[in-house]
């Protein structure tokens, strides 16, 4: 069974920083993308971070580049997005998503991501 468990959401003032975190299990990262994904209310989901498995490269959406961080670690089959100088408008469900396949010509976040975690919510007070 393929599950996707974020943690690490909450509270916190605008300048602030969370680490969130994503343990996947019944699939590996092997051959496949990973990311973090987020929807604010009244808006549409959205990509954040984005790896590609196939040669390592990541995707940033334009507003949070150079404040959050993707990693990940293989290992433990878990996926971390460190957000820093949070802002209130990414105030959002931060989801973790994993098993993307590949579309030609479309940044890793865009891909078809085939397995979910629940979500975690980030809220950043001004």
């Known amino acids: 069974e393929v599950q996707l468990v974020e943690s690490g959401g909450g509270l916190v003032q605008a300048g602030g920083s969370l680490r969130l975190s994503c343990a996947a299990s019944?699939?590996?990262?092997?051959?496949?993308?990973i990311g973090w994904f987020r929807q604010a209310p009244g808006k549409e989901r959205e990509g954040v971070s984005c790896?590609?498995?196939?040669?390592?490269?990541?995707y940033y959406e334009d507003s949070v580049k150079g404040r959050f961080t993707i990693s990940s670690d293989n290992a433990k089959n878990t996926i971390y997005l460190q957000m820093n100088s949070l802002k209130p408008e990414d105030t959002a469900v931060y989801y973790c998503?994993?098993?993307?396949?590949?579309?030609?010509?479309?940044?890793?976040?865009?891909?078809?991501?085939?397995?979910w975690g629940q979500g975690t919510q980030v809220t950043v007070s001004s």
């Open positions: 998503a994993g098993g993307g396949t590949v579309i030609a010509g479309q940044p890793s976040c865009a891909w078809n991501f085939h397995f």
């Open positions: 019944g699939f590996t990262f092997d051959n496949y993308a």
């Open positions: 790896i590609s498995s196939s040669d390592g490269s990541t």
